[in-house]
């Protein structure tokens, strides 16, 4: 089976990297790929923008995918997943992982999201939507503060403030919805109420269609918990980001508390999904916060979280290639996933700057065999491979940054303690200009949001 995987960050340096341990699949066709999924077994790297046989103004995944004559498909990013990718690869008649378009708003949309989670009794904050500043900011002096300004489109993580105080909350109405930062995603905001307590990451596999539907067979398969942590600084401080770091499972989550996120949560999203007559057919995100009041839903995602995957994947002991085959065939209800005994931290390294404005460019050097001691695995996001010289010695890892979010280094070990132990030692062993990476992943406190 060959298998196309739309994207170029670290989830899907991570999804390849799982997709080929199955005997299933002969190759991955990456598009475009990084400079981690160019060095993995059984992938290929492809650049529509370097593809001369391309059509313009026909889709470039879909031309990709035929030429290469793949027999099914995995979309990374949110992006793609929003503009309707899945519903093409659905015309061209090649098995897709990933929701349709209108299911994708889910994400695309905090406002749809909310609306839905109302109508159908997800545990979420009290939330209102906002067009208007003038009613935003009388909202906020109405209501006070803490409180969190969201805005309602695709921000790549970064149209989240948490404002402690009424003034916070104005300036980021402010910067959201005036400044164009964001752009159009901020001409509509949406402002909930904050809740305090500890972030949980719950990714799953969905199968829901009218013809599952109709079977009774329309299923969200939940893997196991993890944590981000969005923050940038130690001790959840400074601003947010995409994601500084994951790890997974959690001690702190008990089967009773999955059991209440089930029944709260995931169950009422199936029976959305089944009532609004979605086509979703890939994996989805629960963003959850652990509250005084149990868990509540902050987000969906409309796919696999980036970096929680780089923590969760290296633990599924099932062929993950089966299962994409099971979300797309209708028989994921039957499928059972199953999990190693251990668990995972990833910190992530981020170029100097990030959140805000970085440079690009700076080589990446790792110590012979200093990593590869720590049996640590570096599931690259902005980094591409740098070619035009020759490698210097062998520390010259001929990668470059290219992003903000440069790698995530996921270490495994029997026992937390461990995994956090080689993660950090690995650390050490990669070094580029202006590297950061924060050094509480994992610690007590590290994902909280603290009252304010």
């Known amino acids: 089976m060959k298998i196309i995987v739309v994207g170029n960050g670290g989830r899907e340096h991570a999804i390849a990297w799982k997709l080929a341990q199955s005997p299933l699949v002969s190759e991955i066709i990456c598009v475009p790929g990084n400079g981690g999924t160019a060095g993995e077994p059984k992938c290929k790297n492809v650049s529509p923008v370097n593809c001369e046989y391309l059509i313009p103004d026909k889709n470039p995944y879909i031309q990709i995918a035929a030429r290469e004559k793949c027999d099914m498909a995995v979309i990374g990013p949110e992006n793609p997943l929003a503009e309707g ?29 909310k609306t839905f989670m109302q109508k159908y009794g997800v545990a979420c904050a009290a939330s209102r939507t906002f067009t208007d500043e003038d009613a935003a900011r009388t909202y906020i002096k109405s209501h006070g503060a803490p409180l969190v300004i969201k805005a309602d489109g695709l921000a790549a993580g970064k149209g989240v403030t948490v404002a402690a105080t009424e003034q916070q909350a104005f300036d980021a109405v402010t910067d959201i919805m005036d400044s164009g ?45 993890a944590r981000d942590h969005k923050r940038l600084k ?80 290296p633990l599924m002991d099932s062929d993950f290639a089966e299962l994409c085959k099971a979300i797309t065939d209708g028989t994921l209800a039957q499928f059972d996933i199953r999990w190693k005994k251990g668990f995972v931290v990833a910190p992530v390294a981020v170029s100097g700057g990030y959140p805000a404005k970085y440079q690009k460019g700076y080589s ?5 065999g200093a990593l590869s001691s720590t049996g640590a695995k570096l599931f690259i996001a902005g980094a591409i491979n740098e070619r035009r010289h020759a490698l210097k010695d062998a520390g010259d890892s001929g990668l470059v940054t290219s992003g903000g979010r440069v790698f995530a280094c996921s270490a495994f070990g029997s026992t937390f303690d461990l995994a956090r132990e080689k993660a950090y030692c690995a650390l050490k062993a990669v070094k580029f200009k202006d590297m950061y990476y924060r050094k509480d992943i994992g610690l007590p406190g590290a994902a909280d949001s603290p009252a304010l």
Not at 203 to 219: I, M, Y
Not at 364 to 368: V, Y
């Open 85 to 113: 990718l899945a519903d093409e690869f659905e015309k061209a008649e090649i098995p897709c992982v990933g929701p349709k378009k209108k299911a994708a708003q889910l994400e695309a949309s905090k406002d749809i999201a």
């Open 234 to 313: 130690d001790g959840a401080m400074g601003p947010n980001t995409g994601g500084m770091g994951a790890v997974a499972p959690l001690s702190d989550v008990t089967p009773a508390l999955m059991d209440e996120f089930k029944k709260k949560i995931l169950e009422p999203t199936v029976n959305g999904l089944i009532a609004e007559n979605y086509d979703y057919r890939g994996f989805i995100f629960f963003g959850v916060m652990l509250s005084k009041n149990g868990p509540m839903l902050l987000e969906y995602n409309v796919r696999l979280g980036d970096p929680e995957t780089q923590a969760v994947l």
């Open 364 to 368: 990446i050097r790792i110590i012979p």
């Open 181 to 225: 930062r964001i752009g159009a995603a901020g001409k509509k905001i949406v402002i909930e109420d904050y809740l305090e307590g500890r972030e949980m990451s719950v990714l799953a596999a969905v199968s829901v269609s009218s013809e599952n539907s109709q079977k009774g067979t329309s299923v969200i398969l939940p893997f196991i918990p």
